[in-house]
């Protein structure tokens, strides 16, 4: 249904309509395309199980905001840049976790996941946003302060611009090794052998949907929606400043909610539908992993990124409302998820805190 956006955005770009418009029929042109990565990813995902299909989902999913921020660095953009990476690790986990456990939980007493492996991303993610959270501990303490939320973009000296770049590769090289203990050293905990009820279900599956897709036809449909929203990304980021200043928010939230909620769209569905249908595991690997690859990948490229992009390199120094709210977030999932199971209420209790959070971010 939203398909239609995405030429009509480019229409009205190339028109020079109103930056609101613009905004907002781009921000929904990015939805399909980002579905469509969901789509083709869930599709792996029957065949190689919850560990490597939670891997396969955030890493397609995250590609439309990734794209989305290479834009606004290009820009110079720092702020939204950073807002938006943030907004992304807030709503995975509070956002897109609570949904999964409020629907999933509904007409159940509770449901299950390994507790193993949430706990472990878990632990990365806390890990992550340690070193993420350094830039803004020193430019405390030895800098000129945080940045404002009002702001787009703040130079910093070249000692914090080093500082983050040898955070980047430390947790570029943590992300790595991450990626050999799930998937080889440690592949049993993230992606173990199927039940008889998980093997009847995926048989289920096939003989209602059809098999899943070959891998040619995931490719370019991955292809495809790269294309697209790599177009719509530059429609989108072109118009933020501007529509941001006529409908009267800071170019902070939109970047921290607006901005995290649409590029994340693919994963934000597909979570939710998989906790519906009890596979608790696949979602919380969708939710947590996605944040942990956001800290551990995303901000650490862009940061990389942005010495050759922009007007001057992005330290990742976070201002005071991203600093407390990620830190209150990972602490939040670090909780919920050490039991291994998780019910209704849960999810209301998350949603919770990224309401009172966005409340912040609004009035910031």
Known sequence: MLVPAIPVAIALDLAHAGAVIIFIVSALGVIPTAALMGKVTEELAARSGPGIGGLLNVT?????????????????????????????????????????????GLGRERQRFNATTASAQSLMLLLAVAALA???????????????????????????????????????????????????????????????????????????????????????????????????????????????????????????????????????????????????????????????????FAAPVLVLASFVLGPFPMPFVLNGFELGGVIIAVLVAAHVTNEGESHWFEGVQLLAVYAVLGLAFFFA
């Open 134 to 296: 350094m830039p803004a501990i020193f430019e405390l303490v030895e800098g000129r302060g945080l940045p404002h939320p009002g702001d787009e973009r703040v130079r910093y000296d070249s000692t914090v611009e080093h500082l983050s770049l040898a955070v980047a590769i430390v947790l570029l090289v943590t992300y790595v090794a991450g990626l050999l203990f799930s998937l080889k050293t440690h592949r049993d905990l993230f992606n173990p052998e199927a039940t008889e009820e998980e093997t009847a279900a995926t048989a289920a599956h096939e003989e209602e949907h059809g098999p899943p897709w070959p891998v040619r036809k995931a490719v370019i449909a991955l292809a495809l929606a790269g294309v697209a929203v790599g177009v719509m990304s530059e429609i989108l980021v072109g118009s933020i400043s501007d529509a941001a200043s006529s409908i009267g928010l800071s170019e902070f939230f939109v970047g921290v909610i607006v901005v995290a909620i649409v590029g994340n769209a693919a994963e934000h569905w597909v979570a939710v539908l998989v906790a519906r249908k009890d596979k608790m595991d696949l979602a919380v690997n969708i939710a947590i992993g996605s944040s942990a690859q956001i800290a551990l």
């Open 60 to 104: 397609f999913g995250n590609a439309p905001e990734i794209i989305i921020a290479l834009f606004a660095l290009n820009a110079g953009l720092h702020e939204v840049v950073k807002a938006s990476l943030i907004g992304s690790i807030l709503g995975n986990i509070l956002l897109v976790m609570g949904a999964s456990m409020f629907i999933g």
